[in-house]
């Protein structure tokens, strides 16, 4: 049927549901690329009993089209939005924002967070264990990217199709969810480094670069990949650069080797500054796909 | 801004225009497209409030990723969409326990056809314009037929095929596999020649 257009005693067969599979089936192929075809089924149906259907559902979008630029004008100039519901405040409203933001903060993540701080402490004081800021250093970057992979998506979230049907869906939300795992694992990290004898290993934050990067990498690249595979790509590919040659050396001095490698990747002025370049690179490539978000529900 | 568009402007300029936030465009878009969606969803569902819902999805979504779009037509990617929200409200259907199927046993998968003759779908695809082929399509039962519809015509994965007929996997893989087969018998008995392209 391509190159001419449908006859009209096909159209009126279509619009009023009698055509036979296979003519219909040829109809439809045709209509997805002739829109003057498309013009006239369509026409045809607005005379059918589907006519009255089809204003109320036109009225019904349009209306909520209105609400959505609404929605986008609220966003763009906060300051014009409509004033808040008072509410009472209460002392416990942050914790549940903070709770109702982030699913990775109420799953298992947060405790997985303490014990890597809470164990780095305990293995340098309690034990004497000597490697402790360079296995903590290594463990780091690794924590903020776990913690983008539980907070975005249909596996880790019970109530995200609701939260997808919002105008805030999409790469906003896994930004804000991101924020929140940096917000609670940066300083909890951080400190954890300073209060362990650092044996060798570079400074207490030298991961936070490194950390910021791969979560990016993971952001960028879940837009492709579905947030899942991107952070096993990144996590799983810093612990493999990281620990893969430690456990490869002949003697067993891993506290030393360990220290070494991470000061080869993290340590000094121009590591930082190439992280700080990838990190650079990854948002630039983060916002040039940030569509990619949208779709990512529809694979 | 804001009267009444041209009645011919092409599918490409009007969804540029909805990506720059103009309703009038989405409205003109509605107006061209709305009412062969619906005939086509109405034909693959039968419950008028599920179509109902799976259209507005669908303008909705073209509102927000309207710039997605590349190219001049846009009925195959307005379709495209239809199908995806189509299998999505299926499927949370079948989840609220609303939709009571009944899967019928997977067949036998041992029908298995030569695999190196030309695919019955390149047949039908290629011979949709002649009459046989409307011949053939009668004489293969209807779940054939529709799994047939979902997975040619409709451009569905298996899983989505699946989602959307109630039905499993492995049944949507089998059901493909003896529509090709009957399909096949059916044109070669209409036609004894092979049939070869659109000559």
Same mark, same amino acid.
């Given at each position: 049927?391509?190159?001419?257009?449908?006859?009209?005693?096909?159209?009126?067969?279509?619009?009023?549901?009698?055509?036979?599979?296979?003519?219909?089936?040829?109809?439809?192929?045709?209509?997805?690329?002739?829109?003057?075809?498309?013009?006239?089924?369509?026409?045809?149906?607005?005379?059918?009993?589907?006519?009255?259907?089809?204003?109320?559902?036109?009225?019904?979008?349009?209306?909520?089209?209105?609400?959505?630029?609404?929605?986008?004008?609220?966003?763009?100039?906060?300051?014009?939005?409509?004033?808040?519901?008072?509410?009472?405040?209460?002392?416990?409203?942050?914790?549940?924002?903070?709770?109702?933001?982030?699913?990775?903060?109420?799953?298992?993540?947060?405790?997985?967070?303490?014990?890597? *701080? %809470? $164990?780095?402490? =305990?293995?340098?004081? +309690? @034990?004497?264990?000597?490697?402790?800021?360079?296995? &903590?250093? #290594? /463990?780091?970057?690794?924590?903020?990217?776990?913690?983008?992979?539980?907070?975005y998506?249909?596996?880790?979230?019970?109530?995200?199709?609701?939260a997808a049907?919002t105008p805030s869906a999409g790469l906003r939300l896994a930004l804000?969810?991101?924020?929140?795992?940096?917000?609670?694992?940066?300083?909890?990290?951080?400190?954890?480094?300073?209060?362990?004898?650092?044996?060798?290993?570079?400074?207490?934050?030298?991961?936070?670069?490194?950390?910021?990067?791969?979560?990016?990498?993971?952001? *960028? %690249? $879940?837009g492709? =990949?579905?947030?899942? +595979? @991107?952070?096993?790509?990144?996590?799983?590919?810093? &612990?493999? #650069? /990281?620990?893969?040659?430690?456990?490869?050396?002949?003697?067993?001095?891993?506290?030393?080797?360990?220290?070494?490698?991470?000061?080869?990747?993290?340590?000094?002025?121009?590591?930082?500054?190439?992280?700080?370049?990838?990190?650079?690179?990854?948002?630039?490539?983060?916002?040039?796909?940030r569509t990619a978000y949208d779709r990512l529900e529809?694979? | 801004?804001?009267?009444?568009?041209?009645?011919?402007?092409?599918?490409?300029?009007?969804?540029?225009?909805?990506?720059?936030?103009?309703?009038?465009?989405?409205?003109?878009?509605?107006?061209?497209?709305?009412?062969?969606?619906?005939?086509?969803?109405?034909?693959?569902?039968?419950?008028?409030?599920?179509?109902?819902?799976?259209?507005?999805?669908?303008?909705?979504?073209?509102?927000r990723s309207?710039?997605?779009?590349?190219?001049?037509?846009?009925?195959?990617?307005?379709?495209?969409?239809?199908?995806?929200?189509?299998?999505?409200?299926?499927?949370?259907?079948?989840?609220?326990?609303?939709?009571?199927?009944?899967?019928?046993?997977?067949?036998?998968?041992?029908?298995?056809?030569?695999?190196?003759?030309?695919?019955?779908?390149?047949?039908?695809?290629?011979?949709?314009?002649?009459?046989?082929?409307?011949?053939?399509?009668?004489?293969?039962?209807?779940?054939?037929?529709?799994?047939?519809?979902?997975?040619?015509?409709?451009?569905?994965?298996?899983?989505?095929?699946?989602?959307?007929?109630?039905?499993?996997?492995?049944?949507?893989?089998?059901?493909?596999?003896?529509?090709?087969?009957?399909?096949?018998?059916?044109?070669?008995?209409?036609?004894?020649?092979?049939?070869?392209?659109?000559?």
């Open positions: 049927m391509t190159g001419r257009h449908a006859p009209d005693h096909l159209i009126a067969g279509y619009a009023d549901g009698s055509l036979p599979d296979a003519d219909a089936w040829s109809l439809e192929m045709h209509l997805e690329s002739c829109a003057s075809c498309a013009g006239r089924v369509s026409r045809a149906v607005r005379a059918t009993a589907a006519g009255p259907v089809l204003a109320d559902l036109r009225e019904a979008v349009l209306a909520d089209l209105g609400q959505a630029v609404l929605a986008d004008f609220g966003r763009r100039a906060p300051a014009a939005a409509p004033p808040a519901p008072a509410v009472v405040p209460s002392p416990l409203r942050a914790p549940r924002l903070l709770w109702a933001v982030a699913p990775a903060v109420r799953g298992a993540w947060l405790p997985a967070v303490l014990l890597v *701080a %809470l $164990g780095a402490v =305990l293995l340098a004081h +309690a @034990a004497g264990f000597s490697a402790a800021r360079p296995l &903590l250093l #290594a /463990v780091a970057p690794v924590v903020p990217v776990a913690g983008v992979a539980l907070s998506g249909r596996h880790a979230d019970p109530l995200h199709e609701l049907s804000v969810r991101t924020a929140v795992v940096l917000a609670v694992s940066l300083p909890l990290l951080t400190v954890a480094g300073a209060v362990v004898p650092s044996s060798g290993a570079p400074g207490a934050a030298a991961w936070l670069l490194p950390g910021l990067t791969l979560t990016l990498a993971a952001l *960028a %690249l $879940g492709r =990949l579905g947030l899942r +595979a @991107a952070t096993a790509v990144t996590g799983g590919g810093w &612990l493999c #650069a /990281v620990l893969a040659p430690v456990l490869a050396a002949p003697d067993g001095a891993v506290s030393r080797h360990l220290s070494d490698q991470l000061s080869r990747y993290v340590g000094g002025g121009a590591a930082q500054g190439g992280w700080a370049a990838a990190a650079v690179l990854c948002a630039a490539l983060l916002a040039a796909r529809r694979h | 801004m804001g009267g009444h568009r041209e009645k011919d402007e092409g599918d490409g300029a009007l969804l540029r225009a909805v990506a720059a936030g103009d309703p009038a465009a989405l409205a003109a878009l509605y107006d061209r497209h709305a009412g062969w969606l619906h005939a086509r969803l109405t034909r693959r569902c039968a419950d008028p409030e599920v179509v109902r819902e799976v259209l507005q999805d669908t303008f909705v979504t073209v509102w309207a710039g997605a779009h590349r190219g001049e037509e846009a009925g195959g990617w307005l379709w495209t969409i239809a199908a995806r929200r189509l299998v999505d409200a299926r499927r949370a259907q079948e989840r609220a326990g609303r939709l009571e199927t009944t899967p019928i046993d997977a067949a036998p998968a041992g029908t298995g056809p030569a695999p190196s003759a030309p695919s019955a779908e390149e047949r039908v695809l290629t011979g949709l314009e002649y009459g046989d082929v409307g011949t053939a399509l009668t004489r293969i039962s209807p779940e054939l037929r529709e799994v047939l519809r979902a997975t040619v015509v409709d451009g569905l994965t298996t899983r989505e095929t699946a989602r959307l007929l109630g039905i499993p996997e492995g049944t949507v893989k089998s059901r493909s596999t003896r529509a090709r087969a009957e399909l096949r018998a059916a044109l070669a008995q209409l036609a004894p020649s092979p049939m070869g392209g659109p000559a």
